[in-house]
T-cell receptor
Framework: ETGVTQTPRHLVMGMTNKKSLKCEQH?????MYWYKQSAKKPLELMFV???????ENNSVPSRFSPECPNSSHLFLHLHTLQPEDSALYLC????????????FGQGTRLTVV | TQLLEQSPQFLSIQEGENLTVYCNSS?????LQWYRQEPGEGPVLLVT?????EVKKLKRLTFQFGDARKDSSLHITAAQPGDTGLYLC??????????FGTGTRLKVLA
């Protein structure tokens, strides 16, 4: 089992679709994160989940909705996305409640058509 | 606004050459990480530096944190094709304050 597993690896969806990205970590970590990686832009932190709370980047549109049912699983629910939302979405986890040392999954390459 | 600028943006070198990439900011960071990302994969953590002036070595890679904790460098000795990838620095400060640099895309030709 790899440390952080993301599914699907690739996703093509229309602007009216609803889909979900899944992340699972097998490291026993306490915090999980969603990042967005677009061409020519730095990696952007979207959401942070720890055991107790969620920290949300205020600039993330409401069409992205995270869910963390337990410390090992993290979802990103997507609805009515725009073409500019096409990007690589990366999930990560860390040992501490907030740590700058993160272990990343392989990402989901999302294309919105 | 915190910003981490990496230079150069792109670098293509021959196998066996040495290189240095830089990560600069006008802000102070409590810690700084370097990651390498290969195509189709997520970033992989290489090192963390926390003390101003700190130097860490990882085989042929040498990482240095600036004395003022505002900048860092990564030096690769005798680069190999397996070093090819996107090198990202990332800095943290405060709680939930964390940004990634703009990245240096390195290609090592055999």
């Amino acid at each position: 089992e790899t440390g952080v597993t993301q599914t699907p690896r690739h996703l093509v969806m229309g602007m009216t679709n609803k889909k979900s990205l899944k992340c699972e970590q097998h490291l026993g970590h306490n915090a999980m994160y969603w990042y967005k990686q677009s061409a020519k832009k730095p990696l952007e932190l979207m959401f942070v989940y720890s055991l107790e709370e969620r920290v949300e980047n205020n600039s993330v549109p409401s069409r992205f909705s995270p869910e963390c049912p337990n410390s090992s699983h993290l979802f990103l629910h997507l609805h009515t996305l725009q073409p500019e939302d096409s990007a690589l979405y990366l999930c990560a986890s860390s040992q501490e409640r907030w740590s700058t040392e993160a272990f990343f999954g392989q990402g989901t390459r999302l294309t919105v058509v | 606004t915190q910003l981490l600028e990496q230079s150069p943006q792109f670098l293509s070198i021959q196998e066996g050459e040495n290189l240095t990439v830089y990560c600069n900011s006008s802000s102070v960071f409590s810690s700084l990480q370097w990651y390498r990302q290969e195509p189709g994969e997520g970033p992989v953590l290489l090192v963390t530096v926390v003390t101003g002036g700190e130097v860490k070595k990882l085989k042929r890679l040498t990482f240095q944190f600036g004395d003022a904790r505002k900048d860092s460098s990564l030096h690769i000795t005798a680069a190999q094709p397996g070093d090819t990838g996107l090198y990202l620095c990332a800095g943290g400060w405060g709680t939930y304050k964390y940004i990634f640099g703009t990245g240096t895309r390195l290609k090592v030709l055999a």
